[in-house]
T-cell receptor
């Protein structure tokens, strides 16, 4: 089966610009996660969707970050305006139902550099 | 809030030998899962092994096994017969039985010397 797809793979922007990342989860997976991985650190959850509803967005900087998951399939994460500290890899993951012991399948990530 | 600590930023091992990666966590909960994820260079993160807190038996997956010490809140990963393809960042992660998100440690970079 196809894995989690993300695009673009790399993005370079200047601070105060906007950027959007796209994620297509594994077919049939109800739960979708966006993580931020800053260089040298482990991933940090930004937002979790169950179908098209938000389950957890407690660590999403809502003044500049937004995310949506239309029709419970694809998802888009947007940063507007970007700051230097947003430079990171943005990982998308999906799981079947979001159960505690379920495997989360990760995409290849989008590497963002803010200049 | 739960925290996960990996105290070894880097480890190296000779090919075919055994290496152990350390992980400790802090929680007041009794129901949770622990995971080890592998992130090869420029490749996506994959699950290596998982452990349910209520199980006393340590999980094993082929050459990978864990030493789960619940009272000590320790969860180490042992890789036996190390192979060049094991070179990667390894992340320990915690997930509460009541919450949904994974909490990751800082990672350990494992190098395999031929």
């Amino acid at each position: 089966e196809a894995g989690v797809a993300q695009s673009p793979r790399y993005k370079i922007i200047e601070k105060r610009q906007s950027v959007a990342f796209w994620c297509n989860p594994i077919s049939g997976h109800a739960t979708l996660y966006w993580y931020q991985q800053i260089l040298g650190q482990g991933p940090k959850l930004l937002i979790q969707f169950q179908n098209n509803g938000v389950v957890d967005d407690s660590q999403l900087p809502k003044d500049r970050f937004s995310a949506e998951r239309l029709k419970g399939v694809d998802s888009t994460l947007k940063i507007q305006p970007a700051k230097l500290e947003d430079s990171a890899v943005y990982l998308c993951a999906s799981s079947s139902r979001g159960g505690v012991g379920e495997t989360q399948y990760f995409g290849p990530g989008t590497r963002l550099l803010v200049l | 809030a739960q925290t996960v600590t990996q105290s070894q930023p880097e480890m190296s091992v000779q090919e075919a030998e055994t290496v152990t990666l350390s992980c400790t966590y802090d929680t007041s909960e009794s129901d949770y899962y622990l995971f080890w994820y592998k992130q090869p260079p420029s490749r996506q993160m994959i699950l290596v092994i998982r452990q349910e807190a209520y199980k006393q038996q340590n999980a094993t997956e082929n050459r990978f096994s864990v030493n789960f010490q619940k009272a000590a809140k320790s969860f180490s990963l042992k890789i036996s017969d190390s192979q060049l393809g094991d070179a990667a960042m390894y992340f320990c992660a915690y997930r509460s039985g009541g919450a949904q998100k994974l909490v990751f440690g800082q990672g350990t970079r494992l190098t395999i010397n031929p």
